[in-house]
Nanobody, 123 residues
Framework: QVQLVESGGGLVQPGGSLKLSCAASGSFFSIRAMGWYRQAPGKQRELVATVTTDDDSTNYADSVKARFTISRDKAKNMVYLQMVSLKPEDTALYYC????????????????WGQGTQVTVSS
C-alpha cells in the first residue's frame, strides 16, 4: 500500500504565503513523478504543478506561474509547494499526487492521491 499525506494548509490573507508538504510512504520501487492538484467548490480538479524524478522537470498551471514553486526531496519521498502572493481564487482543497512504480517495469506505475489539505485565502 502507498499513502500520501499532505500538510501545511490553512487560512491566509491575500498576498500571504503558505508551504504545503506531502509525504509518500509504503512499499514501492520508485516514484516517477509527484505533483499538486486543487479543487475549488463547484469546479473540477485541476493541475497546479508537477515535478518528475528523472530530470526534475517541472510544469505549472498558467494561473500559478511565478507565484508557486514545486520542489522535491527524493531521499525522503516528499514534495513541497511554496505558495506566495496568494489570491482569493487560490482557495481550494489541494491534493498531492504520486505516480508510483511498483516493480522494475514502468507499466507497474499507478496513480495515488492524498486526502487533501484546505487552503483558504481571505481577508
Amino acid at each position: 500500500q502507498v499513502q500520501l499525506v499532505e500538510s501545511g494548509g490553512g487560512l491566509v490573507q491575500p498576498g500571504g504565503s503558505l508551504k504545503l508538504s506531502c509525504a509518500a510512504s509504503g512499499s514501492f520501487f520508485s516514484i516517477r513523478a509527484m505533483g499538486w492538484y486543487r479543487q475549488a467548490p463547484g469546479k473540477q480538479r485541476e493541475l497546479v504543478a508537477t515535478v518528475t524524478t528523472d530530470d526534475d522537470s517541472t510544469n505549472y498551471a498558467d494561473s500559478v506561474k511565478a507565484r508557486f514553486t514545486i520542489s522535491r526531496d527524493k531521499a525522503k519521498n516528499m514534495v513541497y509547494l511554496q505558495m506566495v502572493s496568494l489570491k482569493p481564487e487560490d482557495t481550494a482543497l489541494y491534493y498531492c499526487n504520486g505516480q508510483v512504480q511498483h516493480t522494475t517495469h514502468y507499466l507497474s506505475t499507478r496513480d495515488y492521491w492524498g486526502q487533501g489539505t484546505q487552503v483558504t485565502v481571505s481577508s
